[in-house]
């Protein structure tokens, strides 16, 4: 019986080391030509344990995303989970969405790409939002429950206004394009942020 459950430990962390190598393929070679033939090659894992992990290609390349936007989810969350003021927390956030790694919005490029024209990932795609926005709603209503946001405005439309502004670094960022200088559009995201919420400078 231990030796059974080591053995799908050792199994289940195998699947995850794979899950891995799946998002690191994916963004050399993008979504649509990442295949069970570059995985095996990049992982060292027979292409009939892959299949065997995951029904599908596309199931093996959403899992991925999930996994992998589930990881910097409770990265951003860890990040900020010693602080006890609520501004110092959301600006930790904001602070962890600015510094994002270019392989992260590759990824995330090539994933939402995909979507577009295709439904069943369109769907997935929407719940990996939902995901990433939580971190950002939880701060901002514990904020307010607190009394240390005031605000006539609804935490989803404040949620809008911080995601929309990191999304839009995705693409000048992943395509080398000119972009705005970082340290300016933070101040200004915050200045927009504290006036939003009633928080003193």
């Given at each position: 019986?231990?030796?059974?459950?080591r053995?799908?430990?050792?199994?289940?962390?195998?699947?995850q080391?794979?899950l891995?190598?799946v998002?690191?393929v994916?963004?050399?070679?993008g979504?649509?030509?990442?295949r069970?033939?570059?995985?095996a090659?990049?992982s060292g894992?027979?292409?009939s344990?892959?299949?065997?992990y995951?029904?599908?290609r596309e199931?093996?390349l959403?899992?991925?995303?999930?996994?992998?936007?589930?990881?910097?989810v409770?990265s951003?969350?860890a990040?900020v989970?010693?602080?006890?003021?609520?501004?110092?927390?959301?600006?930790?956030l904001v602070?962890?969405?600015?510094?994002?790694p270019v392989?992260?919005?590759?990824?995330?490029?090539?994933?939402?790409?995909?979507?577009a024209?295709?439904?069943?990932?369109?769907?997935d795609?929407h719940?990996?939002?939902?995901?990433?926005?939580?971190?950002?709603?939880?701060?901002?209503n514990?904020?307010i429950?607190?009394?240390a946001?005031?605000?006539?405005?609804?935490v989803?439309?404040?949620?809008?206004?911080?995601?929309?502004?990191?999304?839009g670094?995705l693409?000048p960022?992943?395509?080398?394009q000119?972009?705005?200088?970082?340290q300016?559009?933070?101040?200004?995201?915050?200045d927009q942020?504290r006036v939003?919420l009633?928080?003193?400078?």
């Open positions: 019986m231990v030796v059974r459950e053995g799908r430990g050792r199994a289940r962390g195998r699947r080391d794979v891995g190598h998002v690191e994916m963004i050399e070679r979504f649509h030509q990442t069970f033939k570059d995985v090659e990049a894992v027979a292409i344990t892959l299949q065997v995951f029904s599908t199931d093996m959403v899992e991925a995303l999930r996994t992998s936007t589930r990881a910097e409770d951003m969350r990040e989970g010693e602080l006890t003021d609520p501004w110092d927390q959301l600006a930790g602070d962890r969405g600015f510094a994002t392989p992260v919005w590759r990824m995330l490029m090539e994933f939402w790409t995909a979507a024209y295709d439904e069943a990932l369109r769907a795609s719940q990996l939002q939902a995901s990433y926005r939580a971190p950002f709603e939880a701060v901002l514990a904020g429950e607190s009394g946001f005031r605000t006539r405005h609804e989803a439309v404040i949620t809008d206004l911080i995601v929309t502004t990191l999304d670094l693409y960022r992943v395509l080398a000119p972009q705005p200088a970082v300016d559009l933070r101040d200004l995201l915050l942020l939003t009633g928080v003193a400078r």
